[in-house]
DNA sequence: GGTAAATAGTACTAAAATAGTCCTCTTTCA
DNA sequence: TGAAAGAGGACTATTTTAGTACTATTTACC
């Protein structure tokens, strides 16, 4: 549950590659190659990530890839949102849609709730975090609780 | 992204359903008919939350289902777990799964804290909440910012 | 004891999202 | 002008999700 898709999270080791490469261009192939990656997915995920403005392309034979800003600059929930469209927690709270249920349904404000929350959360997570496995992170908190994130191993 | 099911969704619409209906044994069709949802669908998610030891089911002719605890004690991430299987926001994050690319993955680590994060987060949100739409709700808050719970009904 | 009203369990099908691949076009440098 | 690189789109296979149907079992009540 409350899963990202597989693409996006490859899309965060793709992105933690270029941001590890230092400020030149790295091609889609030298990314694919550090990462083990497929090169057609490496490649599918940098153009959308351009799209998406997240990263920076060339053309041309010396052409490449890099971060269109600092690994500081660039927040998870941005990752997710280049590479799986706008955040919503349940289907209803997504765009302007009104479900069947709306007149009886008693939940779907709070699940909206608790979706901007987790977006905010996200959003104080940068790239340069993802990358740092062993600093600590910013703590998530509900209501009177300090949740901290764990250190793993 | 980031997601919950559906049906999960509609879980958490019967759940309060029963919440609101006292404490007596209310029938599938019952709260089929007060939800507004299709039948087959109520039936089969409250099949699938009894299993999950949410719900207590009474069998024969004036059965039916009712929370087998307080709203209070039923959190989302319950709710999320029994309809949808343990939580983890990324593939390889879940079961003892190795994924092919552990080696030069920077990233998997982080995701997993934060999916912790999230998931304790959750277990903070009870049913009772979910159902509070109209009064002031527990604020998802982040890092420093102080909150204010409000209790009310 | 029979019957009706319920849940339990399982299996199946249809639809949608996801992943992965491939092909052709354009741009740039040497 | 040729090679290296990205841009864009189309297509297919796989997996997940949703929804439905059917049969068995349990219980209350007459």
Redesign the pocket.
């Known amino acids: 549950?409350l899963?990202i898709?597989?693409?996006?999270?490859?899309g965060t080791v793709v992105l933690a590659q270029l941001a590890s490469s230092g400020s030149g261009?790295?091609?889609?192939?030298?990314?694919a190659a550090a990462t083990g990656?497929?090169?057609?997915?490496v490649?599918?995920l940098?153009?959308n990530l351009?799209?998406s403005g997240l990263?920076d392309?060339?053309?041309?034979?010396?052409?490449?890839?890099r971060l269109s800003r600092d690994a500081r600059e660039i927040s998870a929930a941005q990752v997710i949102d280049a590479?799986?469209?706008p955040v919503s927690i349940t289907?209803c709270s997504a765009h302007d849609r009104h479900c069947d249920l709306e007149a009886t349904c008693s939940v779907g404000g709070t699940w909206q709730r608790i979706n901007l929350a987790i977006r905010q959360a996200l959003d104080e997570i940068s790239l340069a975090d993802l990358l740092r496995t062993k600093s600590p992170l910013p703590r998530f908190r509900f209501a009177s609780t300090p949740i901290s994130i764990e250190r793993k191993r």
């Open positions: 549950m899963r898709s597989r693409l996006t999270d490859y261009f790295a091609s889609a192939t030298e990314v990656l497929g090169l057609p997915t490649s599918k940098l153009k351009t799209r990263v392309s060339a053309r041309g034979s010396h052409g490449g890839y590479l799986e469209g289907d």
